[in-house]
C-alpha cells in the first residue's frame, strides 16, 4: 500500500536513496542538489540506515570515492549539480569504462559561465557522451520512482553501467508536491541485494581494475559499453514493467500525451511538460489536435520507437532547455532529426532553445509554438529551423 506523502523532489529523491539504503554514500554540496546528501546524512546520524557516507573535499573526489566502492563490491550512489558534474568529468568517464552500476541523482543547473545557479539542461548535455544511462523526471513522483528503479537498471549483467535520474533545479528540488511512498520493506524487495561477480575485494578472484587499455583493446571495451548501452533499453522496460505490476505507476521510454490522433506535437523533457500538457487541454477544447512526447530514456536514446511515434504527425517543435552552441541546433533536436532520418520518416520539425539559466517558460510561449506549428502544417515548410523561445530582443 503506498504512502501518501508531500516531498520536494530533493526529499524524494534522499527518501528513495534511505529505503535502498546503500552502502556507500560520497558528496560535496552544490546548489540546488545540496540539500539530497544532506537529508540522507540526517537519516545515517539518526541510525535509519548504515551507510557509510563520505564528506569529501570536492565532486571530483565524491565520484572517486564512488567508484572505489564499486570496485570493491559495495553499491555506491551520489548528487551533485553542474559545475560539481563538470569537476566530475574524468571520473565520469571512467565510472562508465569501469562498468561500475553507481546511481548518481542529477539536479539540472546551468553550468558556468557565466556563473548562473539556475534550472536548465546543459550540464547533463555536457556528459550526454559519456556512457552513463540517463532518465530525466517531470516531477517529484518521476524522480522518486526512477531512482527505485535505477539499480535494477545498472546492475542487470547485461548492462552494468552507471545511471544518472535526473529533475529541474528548484522547479521540482525545491517544490513541494504531494507523492505516494513504497513501504520501505517493498523497496528492499524490489531493489534487491547487490552481489557483483567480479569485485576487488573478492579474495579468490584478484583482479586489477583501471590498467593501461592500448591500441590493442580500448576500441573493443567501448564497443562493449555500446552494446551494454543498447541492452538497457530491454532492461529499462522490463524493470518499469515489474515496477508498474508492484505500484501500479507505469513509465515507457518516452510519454505520449494526446499524441495518438495529434497533428502537431512538442518533444521535450523533464518539468515543461507538465505546462506543455496544460496547453495541450486548452488547445484541444478549441479544436486544436496538439499533442507531446516526454522523453523519459534520453540515453540509451529510443530512436525507433520515437520516430515510429512522430511518424503520424504534420510538424513538431523540440524544446531544448540547453545550447549546443553549434551553429545547428540543440542535442534533443540532432538526436530526433537523426532518428527520423534514419527511420526515413519526413515530417517537418523546429527547434527552440528555451529557459536558459532559470528563464521563466510560460503557457503562453508554449501556446506560441503551437501557433507556428499549425502554419508549418499547413505550408510544410520550416522558414527557420533554429529558433529561441522567450529570448529578449532589442527593438530596432
Known sequence: MSIRERLSGNEAAATAMKQINPDVVAAFPITPSTEIPQYFSTFVDNGLVDTEFVAVESEHSAMSACIGAEAAGARAMTATSANGLSLMWEMIYIASSLRLPIVLSLVNRAVSGPLNIHNDHSDAMGVRDA???????ENNQEAYDNTLMAHRIAEN??????????????????????????????????????????????????????????????????????EAMKAAKDVILQVSKDFEEWTGRHYGLFEEYKLEDAEIAIVCMNSTAGTTKAVIDDLREKGVKAGLLKV?????????????????????????????????????????????????????????????????????????????????????????????????????
Open 296 to 396: 523519459r530514456v534520453f540515453r540509451p536514446f529510443p530512436g525507433d520507437e520515437i520516430a515510429e511515434a512522430l511518424s503520424h504527425l504534420k510538424a513538431v517543435a523540440v524544446l531544448d532547455k540547453a545550447s549546443s552552441l553549434n551553429a545547428i541546433g540543440g542535442a534533443l533536436y540532432e538526436d530526433i532529426t537523426s532518428c527520423m532520418y534514419v527511420a526515413e520518416k519526413h515530417v517537418p520539425m523546429v527547434n527552440y532553445v528555451y529557459g536558459i539559466g532559470g528563464r521563466d517558460t510560460t503557457s503562453k510561449e508554449i501556446e506560441s509554438v503551437y501557433t507556428d506549428l499549425q502554419e508549418i502544417a499547413k505550408t510544410g515548410k520550416v522558414e527557420n529551423p533554429y529558433r529561441y523561445l522567450g529570448l529578449r530582443r532589442e527593438e530596432k
Open 157 to 226: 549483467e547485461n548492462v552494468l553501467l552507471p545511471i544518472m535520474i535526473c529533475q529541474d533545479g528548484f522547479i521540482t528540488s525545491h517544490s513541494i508536491e504531494n507523492i505516494e511512498l513504497e513501504e520501505d520493506s517493498e523497496v528492499k524487495k524490489f531493489v534487491g541485494e547487490y552481489h557483483p561477480k567480479h569485485y576487488l575485494l573478492n579474495d579468490k578472484e584478484p583482479i586489477a581494475v583501471g590498467p593501461l587499455d592500448v591500441q590493442s583493446y580500448l576500441f573493443e571495451h567501448k564497443a562493449g559499453q555500446a
Open 131 to 137: 556512457g552513463w544511462i540517463m532518465l530525466f523526471s
